[in-house]
């Protein structure tokens, strides 16, 4: 298919586990984003890659949360020690520009 | 595809005043949720509106969602040259799962000192 894919597409997990979620983008996006969406709010942004820039990590909620990603290419999102407060949806969504941005259709988190 | 429109497209205004920014949608949603991007910096959740709330507050951010006219504004009072950003609305599908929210193209606004 051609649109953003993630996986898992769910995962369960133990408190202090650590997990990695990826994420392929639409072949040829430049602008990759990563984003939390909890149980009936809105989209939280983690962190944005722009083609080779520097990663804007600003909304990373802590240093257990990382992201790498490959050229312009999959990315993974790597959370470190779980918490039950991790619990959520992780969406990925990639854009040429910001006018739209393609969703992933997310990996549903759940820390036990 | 569905989009939000906002306008105006640009808006400059003396720090201080308040901003109004207006968003038009085509179909039937289940909320509508407004973001904030500061240059080359990812998207920052604001606030959402559900399709059975007509105005909701948020520090000195209000919105209101009139589902008759399929549309919704974004006022910030008392601006400051830190709201200066683009304002994106986004919709999502009634029945739609995370890949049917799409934002529209934006306002930017400038806060003058």
């Known amino acids: 298919g051609a649109g953003v894919s993630q996986s898992p597409s769910n995962k369960v997990t133990e408190k202090g586990k650590d997990v990695e979620l990826r994420c392929d983008p639409i072949?040829?996006?430049?602008?990759l984003y990563w984003y939390r969406q909890r149980l009936g709010q809105g989209l939280e942004f983690l962190i944005y890659f722009q083609g080779n820039s520097a990663p804007d990590k600003s909304g990373l909620p802590s240093d257990r949360f990382s992201a790498e990603r490959t050229g312009e290419s999959v990315s993974t999102l790597t959370i470190q020690r779980t918490q039950q407060e991790d619990s959520a949806v992780y969406l990925c969504a990639s854009s040429l520009a910001p006018v739209t941005q393609y969703f992933g259709p997310g990996t549903r988190l759940l820390v036990l | 595809s569905q989009q939000g429109e906002e306008d105006p497209q640009a808006l400059s205004i003396q720090e201080g005043e308040n901003a109004t920014m207006n968003c038009s949608y085509k179909?039937?949603?289940?909320?509508l949720q407004w973001y904030r991007q500061n240059s080359g910096r990812g998207l920052v959740h604001l606030i959402l509106?559900?399709?059975?709330?007509r105005e909701k507050h948020s520090g000195r951010l209000r919105v209101t969602l009139d589902t008759s006219k399929k549309s919704s504004s974004l006022l910030i009072t008392a601006s400051r040259a830190a709201d200066t950003a683009s304002y994106f609305c986004?919709?999502?599908?009634?029945?739609?799962?995370?890949?049917?929210?799409?934002f529209g193209k934006g306002t930017h606004l400038i806060i003058q000192p």
């Open positions: 509106i559900r399709s059975n709330e």
């Open positions: 986004a919709t999502l599908y009634s029945g739609g799962g995370a890949d049917g929210l799409t």
């Open positions: 072949s040829g996006h430049t602008a």
């Open positions: 179909t039937s949603i289940n909320n």
